[in-house]
């Protein structure tokens, strides 16, 4: 066990910027100031008076509440003026109004087409390089679709843009907390360390057979219909497929487990996140849906947390192995126990409990649902073409050659051979190797094409926490700064016919991903998705083996019809197939 101390845990809890926790500049100056001020006059008062003291508690109680309120109050209004004559300079999107900004348009367009990303891509790509103004409420925003201030925002200038927790990340706070996802400085420099550990090369080989299991699992569901001609909804199928995947990973969850606990009480808290960000009313509202989630949110990180009790015991108890399945130098622990490895016995208590709950968290949320759309959407597109589907399926059938493609688990080492048995199914190997699966290229082309044309997270936000040029235009501190990532995935200058789906852009060509931010699924920069080589490995096996096996034709009219209100982008009402 290493002897790190969990101060990145307990850090986890304070990483608030200064404005954020009301210490701002002239707030601290002036309570310093006036309070020892107070301080004297009390020590004064009280040497010829006692009653005095309480005449002082009482100034003293005045003085916070005007320290708290009103100079926050009037620096807030003083901040909110400057960043509006700065920006006032800049282009503005159409549709605004003095009193409520862009509130009415972003509205409106909800639940329609263009929905509210569309409208940030169009107005961003329109006024390209520079950025374009936004005003959500009383937010002040700019939108950016140019890969050159992208870059200063994700990378050249990161210390400049923080996490946005009280406007995009607000509604999805009780999932993400203080994990990875929300943390800043050196407690995220700490988490992003110990995390990316814990995701070393070996655990990606665990994900290639966890994988295989659950795509097996999906395999036997669809051969039960296999050429009825009854329909199944993928998009839910593969909702499913990645949590079991990823609550394996993380923490060795049963897939029947995982179809128990996730749907009753992670999903629906999700969906409520979801209905938040554009319904914001719904956070304080005391609604029945406001308390039914309370208390979802409340049985998950319970269930959450009794895990990870329980792995702690098992660990520690007199009669555990010394390093047996709990260190991350065993190859075959989860994610879960490489993370314990790292918590000296002395520091494990409720903090690192509550801390470690937000982690695991933050993986299911950030591990699943972009997986889901991103296997989803690759489907849709292949089923519409029926040369890129056989490009696809031939590729699929050639690197799983040497494996059979029953509809369940091919082989498991208990069964007998046959004489049609491969050398690789006699090892008892039942995928190919991580270097075989490489050469699945076209399919990881298809994956990464449906990335950029759905842009299943099409918007990034940051806080500017200084002034900051962006596009040649000054941007005061405490603009919200709007990454439009669909905007520059569709972005016709710097991808050929942009709205056409064409895996072959990825195939043998790695340039468009690194370095020039101007693909941005996964973002660029220090802050980049942390799971990218998970979820491209998972979604490979998925879907070579799915394309190996099956035929599947789309049954529905609706099938690829966007979701406007929630990210990742989902289908709107499901996606159809039958199969054969
Ligand atoms: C197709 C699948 C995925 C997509 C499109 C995706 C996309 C993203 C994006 C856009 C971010 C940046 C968010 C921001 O900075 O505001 C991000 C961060 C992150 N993602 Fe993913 N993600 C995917 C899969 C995964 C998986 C499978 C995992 C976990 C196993 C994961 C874990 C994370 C973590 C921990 C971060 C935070 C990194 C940090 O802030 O240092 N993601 N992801």
Known sequence: MTARTTDNYLNGTTNKTNEDSGLDESGSISERVLSRIFLGLVAALFVHCPEALIFAAFVVTLETIFERVFVRLAFDVSAWFRR????????????????????????????????????????????????????????????????????RVFNTNIKNYGKDTEFA???????????????????????????????????????????????????????????????????????????QVIGEAILSLSPEESDE????????IMEECNRRSLEPWRTFLPTKAFFEHKSRVKKLNAYITKLIRKRWKTKHSATAVPNENDSIDNPHADILDRVLADVPKSEYGPEVERQMCDEIKTFLLAGHETSAAMLIWTMW?????????????????????????????????????????????????????????????????????????????????????????????????????????????????????AQYFEPKRFVGNETDETGNYSYLPFIQGPRNCLGQYLALLEARVVMANLLRKFTFKSSRESNGAKHTKMIPIAPNDGMWFTVS
């Open 84 to 151: 509006l004559w700065y920006l006032r300079r800049l282009e503005i999107a159409p549709g605004y109004n003095f009193a409520i900004g862009h509130t009415k348009p972003l509205f409106e367009a909800v639940g329609k087409y263009p929905c509210t990303w569309d409208l940030f891509a169009k107005w961003s790509v329109a006024a390209q390089p520079r950025p374009v103004r936004v005003q959500i409420f009383t937010r002040h925003c700019v939108v950016i679709a140019d890969p050159v201030s992208i870059k």
């Open 169 to 243: 990340y607000n509604p999805f706070l009780d999932i993400l907390g203080t994990g990875l996802v929300t943390s800043e400085g050196e407690s995220w420099r700490r988490q992003r360390q110990r995390i990316s550990q814990a995701l070393r090369m070996e655990i990606l080989d665990d994900v290639v057979d966890i994988s295989t299991r659950a795509v097996n699992r999906l395999s036997e569901k669809l051969e039960k219909i296999r050429g009825t001609g009854k329909e199944i909804e993928l998009a839910e199928e593969f909702r499913l497929l990645t949590l």
């Open 261 to 268: 606990v996730m749907p009753e009480l992670y999903l629906p």
């Open 381 to 497: 597109e292949l089923t519409k073409s029926p040369e890129k589907m056989k490009i696809a399926t031939d590729e699929a059938k050639r690197v799983y050659k040497n494996f059979s493609s029953s509809p369940s688990s091919p082989l498991s080492k208990k069964q007998t051979t046959t004489a049609t048995t491969t050398k690789e199914e006699k090892e008892g190997r039942d995928h190919p190797s991580r270097d075989e699966l490489n050469q699945l290229e076209y399919i990881v082309g298809a994956l990464k094409e449906s990335l950029r044309l759905y842009s299943v997270v099409p918007v990034v936000t940051r806080k500017c926490l200084g002034d900051d040029y962006l596009g040649g235009d000054f941007i005061p501190k405490g603009t919200t700064v709007i990454i439009s990532v669909q905007g520059v995935h569709h972005r016709e200058d710097l991808w050929k016919n």
